[in-house]
C-alpha cells in the first residue's frame, strides 16, 4: 500500500505560480510512477504528467507542455508539481497518484491515490 497526501493548492490570480506537493508513506515509493491528473466540476479526470521511478522520464499533457514541470525526490518519498502561467481553465482538484510500474497516462491504471488539492484560478 502507499498513501499519498497532496498539498499546495489554492486560489491563484491567472498569470501567478503553484507548486504542488505529493507526500508518500508505505511501501517504497521510488519504484512507483507518479502521475498528477486533474478534475474540474462536470468534467472527466484528465492526465496531466507522469514520472518514471527514477525521475528520468517524464511525460505531459500535450495542452500543458512547457507551463508545468513534474519532479520528484525518491530520499523525501515527495512528488512535485509546479504549475507557471496558470490560466481560469487550469482550475480544478489536483490529484496524485501512484502505481507500482510502466508508464500510463489513464487514471484506471493507478492503484493509489491522494484524495486532491484544490486549484482556483481566477481571471
Known amino acids: 500500500q502507499v498513501q499519498l497526501v497532496e498539498s499546495g493548492g489554492g486560489l491563484v490570480q491567472a498569470g501567478d505560480s503553484l507548486r504542488l506537493s505529493c507526500v508518500a508513506s508505505?511501501?517504497?515509493?521510488?519504484?512507483?510512477?507518479v502521475a498528477w491528473f486533474r478534475q474540474a466540476p462536470g468534467n472527466e479526470r484528465e492526465f496531466v504528467a507522469r514520472i518514471s521511478g527514477s525521475g528520468t522520464d517524464t511525460l505531459y499533457a500535450d495542452s500543458l507542455k512547457g507551463r508545468f514541470t513534474i519532479s520528484r525526490d525518491n530520499a523525501k518519498n515527495t512528488a512535485f508539481l509546479q504549475m507557471n502561467n496558470l490560466k481560469p481553465a487550469d482550475t480544478a482538484v489536483y490529484y496524485c497518484?501512484?502505481?507500482?510500474?510502466?508508464?500510463?497516462?489513464?487514471?484506471?491504471?493507478?492503484?493509489?491515490w491522494g484524495h486532491g488539492t484544490q486549484v482556483t484560478v481566477s481571471s
Open positions: 497518484a501512484a502505481r507500482a510500474r510502466g508508464a500510463s497516462i489513464s487514471p484506471t491504471n493507478y492503484a493509489y
Open positions: 508505505g511501501r517504497t515509493f521510488a519504484g512507483n510512477t
